[in-house]
């Protein structure tokens, strides 16, 4: 059966893969899966038709046969689930991959995500130049704790899995801050996810549907 | 084999359910399995012996055996997964009934922990008297695109799940700020929730190791 997701028609980030469809197409390159991808104007997210599939008005979506589902988090242990490479077989190796997923989603990026909202929403406010370092630090005290855990191991728990590829991917967004490059290790750990085939093809892949800026 | 699972010594908001520890309760209530409380201190909380459990240094933990799991959406879903009540055996309605458990922690829950962190964190700052309607706003938003999925549904994909286990959870922080009652199906989504006996008895437990304030 076909899978089909669904990505922007122009990235807000012009293709740096930060858009969270880079996540999906990672997870379906490990597990070597094909795909289609649908694009989405920013417009056509907000209407009718998109909303049956995604109610917050989002990307990415993933089709397959009469199952759509919303969710990045959801989609990728979707497929973790069903082909083998993202999650240990043993039992609470596998219960533990599925807890850094959640650790990613829910513990390690909403403060990454309060970070980008003060620039990107309140950057123009009066109060952003003084706020912005509190936030800062409100992302280095989850940093500080997750290198604390990682040591100088590779992955978070013994091989790469769908826990590894949520994590790295949140965590790829800090690049910018400059913030991820005060741990070394999680750097290292961001890198060596950026480093796999499967990410590298997914990358080129949201990439070329994303003009160059001229 | 006994579950152990940890809640706040003295929870912050002195037993009113928002402590994370009542989501843990409210599964394995609804499942019907005994389990155990271990109270851990604020202190403690950030020590090495429950820093190698939860690296976050948080609340709630679950134990069984020799597994150890952090992460209240992962430690749902290990009792979901394994026990009647919590997903539906049909493959299509499980994978969305476990989209709705990340969109509640992923999609949902974070603008509402950014409306307390601007309270609790930054309530005393100079710009939050004007910066809160801001926030308010966000949370606004994806209230409005979760009521319009729910519309006249008791639940949120057919039988109550994991799924709305989490979302109500996930509402019911919002009780303080007036604002779920903006939106009246979620209101009375969240008030479904709580009146399930399993919730009660969740809620309960968690209220009793909280002595009322004098």
Redo the contacts between chains.
């Keep these: 059966m076909t899978i089909v997701i669904t990505a922007f028609e122009q990235s807000p980030d012009g293709g740096k893969g930060l858009a969270r469809d880079t996540r999906v197409r990672w997870a379906l390159e490990e597990v070597g899966l094909p795909y289609e991808v649908r694009l989405v104007s920013l417009c056509a997210m907000k209407e009718a038709e998109h ?1 049956a599939i995604h ?4 990307i990415p979506t993933y089709e397959e046969g ?2 759509a ?7 990728v ?2 497929i973790a689930e069903r082909h083998a490479g993202l999650l240990p077989v043993d039992e ?1 190796e596998r ?2 991959a ?2 850094w ?3 990613a ?3 390690v ?2 403060p990454i ?2 970070l980008a ?1 003060a620039k990107l ?2 950057g123009d ?3 952003s130049r ?2 912005l370092p ?1 936030v800062r630090d ?1 992302v280095r005290d ?1 940093l500080r ?2 290198s ?2 990682l040591g100088e191991a590779d992955w978070l728990d013994g091989a790469f899995s769908a826990g590894d590829l949520l994590m790295v991917s949140v965590l790829l967004r800090l690049k910018p801050s400059g913030l991820l490059d005060e741990f070394a290790n999680l750097a290292a750990y961001a890198a060596r996810g950026e480093a796999r085939p499967a990410y590298q093809r997914a990358f080129a892949a949201q990439l070329a549907i994303n003009a160059p800026m001229p």
Tied chains: 1, 2.
């Design positions: 909303l109610p917050f008005g989002q009469d199952l589902l919303f969710e990045t988090g959801a989609i242990f979707h609470s219960a533990r599925i807890m997923m959640f650790a989603l829910s513990t990026e909403p995500l309060e909202h929403l309140e406010q009066p109060w003084e706020r509190l409100r989850r704790q997750l604390a855990r």
